[in-house]
């Protein structure tokens, strides 16, 4: 098993990375994914990085 990445599902990864509901919510939508989703952390971090990057998950100053 060495080389292989660690899975987690994407409730622990939210917690792990301590990622808010928002943004948690999104990147699920955006990417399809449902609850118990299992991903690596790398996998994860790559799709929240790319909802940020939307327009929708920019923050807004108003």
């Known amino acids: 098993m060495a ?8 409730e622990e990864l939210q917690s792990q990375l301590h990622i808010t509901t928002a943004v ?17 952390k790398a996998e994860y971090a790559t799709a929240v990085e ?3 990057g939307t327009v929708a998950g920019r923050r807004s100053n108003a």
Not at 3 to 10: E, L, Q, R, S
Not at 24 to 40: A, L, P, Q
Request: charged share 20%.
């Open 50 to 52: 790319a909802f940020q």
């Open 24 to 40: 948690h919510v999104g990147t699920c939508t955006r990417m399809g994914w449902g609850r118990g989703k299992k991903v690596t």
């Open 3 to 10: 080389g292989k990445a660690a899975i987690y599902t994407i």
